[in-house]
């Protein structure tokens, strides 16, 4: 039984049931009014969890392409009654994505009910590990680093108004879901957020390749932050002068990592340090 209600077959791509999922490649539906698209059984997986775990983003609706209906359907019976599935042919599908959509499977979610971050930051455990991001604006870099996070055991990921939405289709899937289950907040600046961090009782640690500390002298401590920035020009040196700074070790011909992969590195030293892996 794949749930309460029986899918719903659309014959028509212009059918108003199914309007927000038009044409998601050309516009995602990211910042309009706290809705996303997310594509795929393994997202819609992470989506099913994020809706049970009652975190702020829940699921609206599913559209899937008949053929994969089967093959979903316990899946499906993780959503509740009121999340309408709608299916279509393989025509009527790519019409209604605008694209060929080859993986069949896409839902409508809501981010709008989730906690801001203050809240976010006064409900983390004693004992916690953030990640906080200055500037991201490459949604396969964001996807990315929200993918080691909670590879790594990170409690909340934490970024300044100037970074990317995690949850652009992109993002979610380079996230392989991660975006929708990992808490997160994006408001406000960078120094706020330190600011805010620092009040917390986090010991907050700027990644840079001119840092001061290498990655594998950073103390355990019970809070601590990684601060990365944007690629390419990393973080702003006002910032890196308010935080304590650290290095990842590595041959000099080249300037830096990627972004996301300095933080892989960053967050399993600290994760093995503080004994949360």
Same mark, same amino acid.
Not at 88 to 111: E, T, Y
């Given at each position: 039984?794949?749930?309460?209600?029986?899918? %719903?077959?659309?014959?028509?791509?212009?059918?108003?049931?199914?309007?927000?999922?038009?044409? %998601?490649?050309?516009?995602?539906?990211?910042?309009?009014?706290?809705?996303? %698209?997310?594509?795929?059984?393994?997202?819609?997986?992470?989506?099913?969890? &994020?809706?049970?775990?009652?975190?702020?983003?829940?699921?609206?609706?599913?559209?899937?392409?008949?053929?994969?209906?089967?093959?979903?359907?316990?899946?499906?019976?993780?959503?509740?009654?009121?999340?309408?599935?709608?299916?279509?042919?393989?025509?009527?599908?790519?019409?209604?994505?605008?694209?060929?959509?080859?993986?069949?499977?896409?839902?409508?979610?809501?981010?709008?009910?989730?906690?801001?971050?203050?809240?976010?930051?006064?409900?983390?455990?004693?004992?916690?590990?953030?990640?906080?991001?200055?500037?991201?604006?490459?949604?396969?870099?964001?996807?990315?680093?929200?993918?080691?996070?909670?590879?790594?055991?990170?409690?909340?990921?934490?970024?300044?108004?100037?970074?990317?939405?995690?949850?652009?289709?992109?993002?979610?899937?380079?996230?392989?879901?991660?975006?929708?289950?990992?808490?997160?907040?994006?408001?406000?600046?960078?120094?706020?957020?330190?600011?805010?961090?620092?009040?917390?009782?986090?010991?907050?640690?700027?990644?840079?390749?001119?840092?001061?500390?290498?990655?594998?002298? %950073?103390?355990?401590?019970?809070?601590?932050?990684?601060?990365?920035? &944007?690629?390419?020009?990393?973080?702003?040196?006002?910032?890196?002068?308010?935080?304590?700074?650290?290095?990842?070790?590595?041959?000099?011909?080249?300037?830096?990592?990627?972004?996301?992969?300095?933080?892989?590195?960053?967050?399993?030293?600290?994760?093995?340090?503080?004994?949360?892996?």
């Amino acid at each position: 039984m794949i749930s309460a209600a029986p899918p %719903i077959r659309i014959e028509d791509p212009s059918d108003s049931r199914i309007a927000a999922f038009l044409s %998601i490649k050309e516009r995602d539906l990211t910042g309009r009014q706290g809705r996303f %698209i997310a594509e795929g059984t393994v997202v819609l997986r992470m989506l099913a969890a &994020a809706h049970r775990s009652g975190r702020g983003i829940t699921a609206e609706a599913i559209l899937l392409l008949e053929n994969r209906l089967a093959g979903v359907a316990e899946l499906l019976a993780q959503f509740p009654a009121d999340v309408p599935v709608f299916m279509a042919d393989a025509r009527v599908f790519d019409a209604i994505a605008g694209f060929n959509m080859h993986r069949g499977v896409l839902a409508l979610g809501r981010s709008d009910a989730m906690p801001a971050r203050d809240a976010l930051i006064a409900a983390l455990p004693a004992a916690s590990l953030v990640l906080a991001a200055c500037g991201i604006s490459n949604h396969d870099n964001m996807g990315s680093l929200f993918r080691n996070a909670a590879a790594f055991g990170v409690d909340a990921m934490l970024m300044d108004a100037s970074s990317c939405d995690p949850l652009y289709r992109k993002s979610i899937r380079v996230s392989v879901g991660s975006a929708l289950t990992l808490p997160f907040a994006r408001e406000g600046t960078a120094a706020e957020l330190i600011e805010r961090l620092r009040a917390a009782g986090f010991a907050i640690w700027g990644l840079s390749p001119r840092g001061e500390t290498d990655i594998t002298e %950073i103390p355990p401590s019970p809070r601590t932050a990684l601060l990365v920035g &944007a690629e390419g020009e990393g973080l702003p040196p006002p910032i890196l002068s308010a935080v304590r700074t650290a290095r990842i070790r590595q041959r000099p011909a080249l300037d830096s990592l990627n972004v996301a992969m300095a933080a892989g590195i960053a967050l399993y030293q600290v994760a093995s340090a503080n004994g949360r892996i």
